[in-house]
């Protein structure tokens, strides 16, 4: 037998490998080249900037020494509370800037005017209370006045990234308090400090406890 086809065969059979082996290595880079255009995704790179932005806030008595404040009622803010599923989570406790919630002081719900909405500085923070009496944190928030929003003839929620705000108004016909003492009001969590298997827009967070938070009573609609 002539060793020609033997040498040919070889040849093809070494091709065949290279471009295997090629078309192997561009799946790899494709693969590599989607995973960093995903790792850098404009959402990606906005969640770090915010991440970066508010991690100062981990130390609470930096948040209290800008002008935030503890939740007068004490209360952290679990999804049962306002009628959601136990399995939810929390949100935690909440810590805000009542200036940048342009905040009326009223007695009955907390009500106010503001439509802020730069979360490069929050107006809230949102904590999860420790055993060892520390508070960590979790999320960052903003609120928008549901009254105030479409008072500025707004139609649609207000939104960031191509995420809506939830809206959240009490149902006065359930027992529960739909809007956890406040009016009629959009919010949107971020939860860049504690990992949200429900995603990293919503509204509880499964991962977030209220084990070692006091539970203090809501004040009822039209009370100091």
Partial sequence: MSRKPLIAT???VSITTIVGCNRAADSDADAAATSETAETSPLATALD???????????????????YIADPTGMCVT?????????????????????????????????????????????????????????????????????????????APPSYMGQDYFQMTDDPATEVDEAHGFESHYD???WLYREN???VFNQFNPAVSCEHGQHAPMPAPGTP
Avoid: C
């Fill in 79 to 155: 999804a049962d509370m306002v009628g959601e599923p136990v399995a939810n989570g929390a949100m935690g406790l909440h810590y805000f800037r009542p200036d940048l919630l342009g905040i009326k002081e009223a007695p009955g719900r907390v009500s106010g005017t503001g439509m802020y909405m730069d979360f490069t500085k929050p107006a809230i923070l949102m904590y999860e209370p420790q055993a060892d009496g520390s508070l960590k944190l979790a999320g960052i928030e903003n609120l928008v006045w549901t009254a105030a929003w479409e008072e500025a003839g707004n139609t």
């Fill in 49 to 67: 900037n915010l991440r970066s932005a508010n991690e100062r806030f981990n130390d609470v008595n930096v948040a209290l020494a800008e002008g």
């Fill in 10 to 12: 070889a040849v093809l």
């Fill in 188 to 190: 949107l969590h971020i």
């Fill in 197 to 199: 298997p429900d995603g």
